[in-house]
C-alpha cells in the first residue's frame, strides 16, 4: 500500500516519464523524416529487441500509434533481399562510428512477426499487415537457411549477441560472445568450440513468428499457409521439448554444438513464457520451482538475469549485465505471460517494488537495471525506453494515477 504522500510523489514521477518520453525519446533520425521511439541516450537508435516498446507505446497512449508503424516499417524496409532484418538501425544524429544498419545479428527477443500482428490489431491497417506478412515469410526462409547447420529443425545462434544477452555467462567459452563472424550473421562460426548453440529463448521467438505467420493469413483468408505454418510452429514446439528441456531440472538450456547442454538457470526461460507455447499446467511446473523460488529468480527485485542459486550468479559488471541484474526488459516482457499464465498478483508485487525503487530508491531517472538483492541501480542508460514504460503501465494498473 501506498500512503497519500507517497503517491504524490510516484505521480510526480509518473509525469516526468511522460514528458520524457514525449520530448525526448520521441524523435527522427538524421535522414529519416518520420518520428520514431528512441531508447536512450546511451542507446543511439532502435534495436530489433526494443520494437516491443513502441507497441506497448500505443497501447498505453494510442496518439503513438503512427510512432509504432514508423518504427515496425523501418525495420520491414531495411530487409535485406536474402530475407534477413537489421538487428539495430543506428541515429547517425549521435553516432557515426556503428554501421548505420546493423546485421551482425538475430537480436529478435519477441517475435516480430507478433508484433506486427499487434500493431494491426490496433489500427487496423491491412496493406501494413500485408506488407509484414510478405516480409516475415523471407525472414522465416533466412532463418531456416542460414541458421540451422544442423537440420534439427531450430534455430542455432552463430554469436553470443543473437539472445540479445550481453555479458551473461550463457556465453562462457564463446569464441564469437559478441557479434557474428565478421560481423556477418549468416557466416558458421569456424573455430569455436561452443557456437553454433541451439538456444530456447531464440527458438521460442521463431515458434512466436510461425504462429504469427499463421494468423495473419487466416487474416488474408490463406488457410493453407495458416495450417502450413501452424504445422510448422507445432513441430518447432516438440522439438523445443526433445532437445533444450531437462525434465528433471523442469528447466530449458542451451545446447551446445556438441549437444552438450550448458545448465546456466538463465532468465531466458521467460522467453519461453512470453511466446506461450506451452499450457499453465507445464509452465506451472517451472514456474513455481523456479521464478517463484526466493533461492533462484524470486529474489527481492525479480527477476535476476541469472538465479540467485548459480555459481554465475555475481555483480560481474556496473551497469548491462544480463549475468546478474534485473532488467527493465524483462519486467516488460512479463506483460507478455504473467497475467496470460494466472500470476497477476505477482506481478503487481513485482510491480509495486518497481515503482518504489524507480520513486524512492535510486538517484538516477529510470535505469536500465536494479541490483536483484538490493534494489540499486546500475550506472547504464538513465530515462530507459522500456523501465519509463513499465513505471507508467504499473502506475496505471494499480490505480496510482
Not at 559478441?178 to 550473421?185: I, Q, R
Not at 507445464?282 to 524470486?298: G, R, W
Not at 538475469?305 to 555483480?315: M, T
Request: glycine share 6%.
Amino acid at each position: 500500500m501506498f500512503t497519500n504522500d507517497e503517491i504524490k510523489s510516484v505521480r510526480t514521477r509518473y509525469y516526468e516519464a511522460m514528458e520524457r518520453i514525449k520530448t525526448k525519446n520521441i524523435g527522427c533520425f538524421k535522414g529519416h523524416d518520420k518520428p520514431l521511439f528512441l531508447i536512450s541516450d546511451k542507446y543511439p537508435g532502435v534495436w530489433l529487441e526494443h520494437a516491443y516498446d513502441s507497441v506497448f507505446l500505443a497501447k498505453l497512449e494510442p496518439e503513438y500509434t503512427n510512432i509504432t508503424k514508423n518504427v515496425l516499417e523501418l525495420f520491414l524496409c531495411k530487409q535485406k533481399s536474402d530475407g534477413q532484418f537489421p538487428c539495430f538501425i543506428i541515429d547517425r544524429n549521435k553516432n557515426t562510428s556503428m554501421p548505420e544498419y546493423g546485421y551482425s545479428q538475430i537480436q529478435e527477443c519477441v517475435s516480430f512477426i507478433r508484433l506486427c500482428l499487434e500493431y494491426f490489431e490496433i489500427s487496423d491497417d491491412l496493406e501494413f499487415l500485408k506488407l509484414a506478412y510478405q516480409k516475415g515469410t523471407k525472414w522465416i526462409k533466412w532463418c531456416e537457411d542460414k541458421r540451422m547447420p544442423r537440420k534439427t529443425g531450430l534455430i542455432e545462434m552463430f554469436c553470443g549477441f543473437d539472445d540479445g544477452h550481453d555479458n551473461s555467462p550463457r556465453k562462457k567459452g564463446m569464441k564469437y560472445s559478441g557479434t557474428a563472424k565478421n560481423e556477418d550473421a549468416a557466416q558458421y562460426p569456424e573455430g569455436d568450440e561452443v557456437l553454433p548453440v541451439i538456444a530456447p529463448d531464440v527458438n521460442a521467438v521463431y515458434y512466436g513468428d510461425l504462429l504469427a505467420l499463421s494468423d495473419i493469413a487466416k487474416i488474408l483468408k490463406s488457410d493453407s499457409e495458416a495450417e502450413f505454418y501452424k504445422t510448422k510452429a507445432e513441430q518447432v514446439k516438440k522439438k523445443i521439448i526433445d532437445i533444450c528441456y531437462d525434465e528433471k531440472d523442469a528447466f530449458f538450456y542451451d545446447v551446445d554444438k556438441n549437444g552438450i547442454m550448458r545448465k546456466t538457470l538463465s532468465v531466458s526461460v521467460t522467453n519461453v513464457f512470453s511466446e506461450r507455447i506451452f499450457d499453465r499446467e507445464f509452465m506451472d511446473n517451472i514456474y513455481l520451482k523456479h521464478l517463484k523460488n526466493p533461492d533462484e529468480f524470486y529474489t527481492q527485485f525479480p527477476f535476476p538475469s541469472i538465479a540467485k542459486s548459480d555459481p554465475d550468479f555475481h555483480q560481474n559488471l556496473d551497469g548491462n549485465s544480463w549475468g546478474f541484474y534485473s532488467q527493465a526488459l524483462t519486467v516488460l516482457r512479463c506483460t507478455r505471460w504473467m497475467d496470460y499464465y494466472g500470476k497477476g498478483k505477482d506481478f503487481d508485487k513485482i510491480l509495486e517494488k518497481w515503482i518504489r525503487q524507480w520513486t524512492f530508491g535510486n538517484k538516477i531517472m529510470f535505469g536500465q537495471e536494479l541490483n536483484p538483492l538490493t534494489g540499486e541501480c546500475s550506472v547504464s542508460s538513465e530515462w530507459y525506453s522500456s523501465c519509463m514504460l513499465i513505471y507508467i503501465y504499473a502506475v496505471r494498473r494499480l490505480n496510482l494515477i
